[in-house]
């Protein structure tokens, strides 16, 4: 946080990276190292699935376009109250910079990008559609769609905010590790 007359500005604490970087783990334990609140898009989405009967699962579906409003406004709502958030999303820059800079008005920003071998994510991403029934709502690839999804994360156009940046590799474990992302997170 950094001191705004007799207020302090909080911190926005954006992590971002490719589908199956490991950026919702990553984003819970920062907030728990940092001591503030995670909001996660997907988390979002899989909430709202409830009220929702007959949910499809579709690049762009109603619900995707529904959830990125709340998304914004809680984060929104969070740092308008002072309150350091670490906010998870998949963050590409043509989609998401126009929703992020009026957010930098409330709150000094710092992204954890997560980077991933590619096969790695893919593998993630199988694994977790099988065992969690809440990404029924997720248009998360199939065994079929490797070739896709591979282009996709090497397609990858992570967020540019022209605010300090960290990119965390999430292949095996963290490098740097989780005390020197909390640091930088918290502008040390």
């Known amino acids: 946080m950094r001191e705004n007359g007799s207020l302090m500005t909080p911190t926005l604490i954006i992590v971002s990276g490719p589908p199956g970087a490991g950026k919702t783990t990553l984003a819970h334990q920062m907030a728990a190292a940092v001591g503030c609140p995670a909001v996660c898009r997907d988390e979002i989405k899989e909430g709202m699935a409830h009220a929702t009967?007959?949910?499809?699962?579709?690049?762009?579906?109603?619900?995707?376009?529904?959830?990125?409003?709340?998304?914004?406004?809680?984060?929104?709502?969070?740092?308008?109250?002072?309150?350091?958030?670490?906010?998870?999303a998949a963050f590409q820059d043509h989609v998401w910079r126009p929703r992020l800079t009026p957010l930098l008005g409330f709150a000094q920003a710092r992204i954890v990008h997560c980077a991933v071998d590619a096969e790695v994510a893919f593998e993630r991403m199988l694994r977790r559609s099988a065992g969690d029934?809440?990404?029924?709502?997720?248009?998360?690839?199939?065994?079929?769609?490797r070739a896709d999804y591979l282009r996709r994360h090497r397609a990858f156009n992570r967020v540019d905010l022209g605010v300090p940046w960290l990119e965390v590799d999430t292949t095996f474990g963290y490098q740097p590790g989780i005390a020197e992302i909390a640091a930088f997170a918290a502008g040390s």
Do not use: C, Q, S
């Not at 762009?60 to 350091?84: K, N, Q, S, W």
């Not at 029934?133 to 769609?145: E, I, L, M, S």
């Open 53 to 88: 009967p007959g949910v499809t699962r579709r690049a762009g579906d109603d619900l995707t376009a529904r959830t990125l409003p709340v998304f914004f406004e809680v984060i929104g709502l969070l740092l308008t109250a002072g309150v350091t958030t670490v906010a998870e």
């Open 133 to 145: 029934r809440t990404r029924r709502v997720h248009n998360d690839p199939g065994p079929a769609d």
